[in-house]
């Protein structure tokens, strides 16, 4: 997982904060939401960029999460974590734009990625410090497959596999945003791994043995 | 020696597996099983070498300078929006009619002299009960959707709409169209349920827009409404309660399923 988990104590002391920066935001300081906004939106970038696959998507997640976090905080007063709470809002909001995007699409008749600069594209943002032309058109494809395989993946497995993998998320708050038993929740990380591991793996496998042949030569 | 399945190794590895102790513990003994969660931990390494673009360190001040203007001057307390008498009257309104419609279930069900008939009047009066309340429901929902279509500028120097208005009917709305989804769900009409849903999904985006919206903003709410064509169903649905309305007699069984067959085409 690649969440970084920080320390129990400093968990319980953003978690204190942010309780004391919603009470301020409910009093009507508005100020006190801009710490809110500030101190989470690295995370709920990270996440939305994982769950839509593209820049524009994920910030327009992040503004629309915090505006309807700002909404409806009177109904958060209760809850324990203000992190937590925003995450699943994005998450929602995500699931809703890849629902919506993937419509625009379908009416699209040229590719919908056509038209996209290098920007989004992850092979540009590879840091290689010398990569050989095997390994690089290595990367280039296996790239490309696995954005394929997480697009082909439903709206559900692709939230529940993000959420659980990438930001370590309870399973319980995996299934508050899928709206499911947690049981089911499971089951649609299983299914999302399995879907990947069959559409990944023979070229993680060839990679694998490319790379060994490229040491060889 | 049995095996673990994918299943229990994906769960394991993805740190949701409810015999963890028991799967670790056959890892160790068991090559093949290990060999078999490596394949899938290769596959998931590959995935986690997907970078996520660095927004920058100042990306939540960007953030805050995005959606500052667009915050309302104080978030409601929770209860404070079931307390406005605009929506306490809207849902009041509501409730009698799920009320009257429960009672008309309720009295005709006394009556047992003919059993098939009582049913029939029943769920008749029941339905009909429903079908104006959702009726009037939906031309409202209609009218709303229409209007912020419309909207525009009033001086076209002027750089922002202002949809408060539609935005407070929308929020009105979706109260009435959440009882009207579940009470749809709970009479087994997945159809106008799945319309109310979707109608639902259009209230919620209006009345969480911001109260004032740039030409640009309106015109995506606009295309949202376009892309779902959820005026059309709105309107299909709408005339299809009306002629429900007017019909005395239940129509026949066949008849429902053609006119949800044509919902669903909707």
Redesign the interface.
Known sequence: MIRMQPSVENTQAIAQSDVVAVERTLAGDRDAFRVLVERHSHNVFRLAYRMTGNRQDAEEVVQEAFLRAYQKLGQFAARANFGTWVYRIAANYAIDRMRQRKKEEARKVEPARSEQGTENDPVSLVHDAAPTPERLAHNVELRKHMEIALAALSHSERTAFVMRHWEGCAIEEIAAVLKSSSGAAKNTVFRAVQKLRLALQPFVRRGTEARAMGTES | MKHMT??DL??Y????ANERAGIAGHLAVCEECRAELE??E???A????????D?GDD???R??Q???P???????????PWFEAKRLGALGAVAAMLVMAFLAGRITKRDRTSTTDVVGNREQIRERVLVVAVGEHLGRSEMMLVELSNAAPRDPAQKQVNISAEQRRAEDLLDENRLYRQTAMQEGDTALANMLDELE?VLLDVA?S?EEVTPAQLEKIRQ?IE??GILFKVRVVGRELQERQKATTPAPAQHNSSRESERNKA
């Open positions: 994918e299943e994906i769960a590895r993805e740190g949701v394949r899938i290769a596959v998931l590959a995935l986690d070498t997907l970078p996520v673009p927004p990306y939540g001040r953030v805050w995005q959606i500052a667009r915050l309302p001057e104080k978030p409601k307390r929770w209860w404070r999904r969480h911001p949202k892309a779902q």
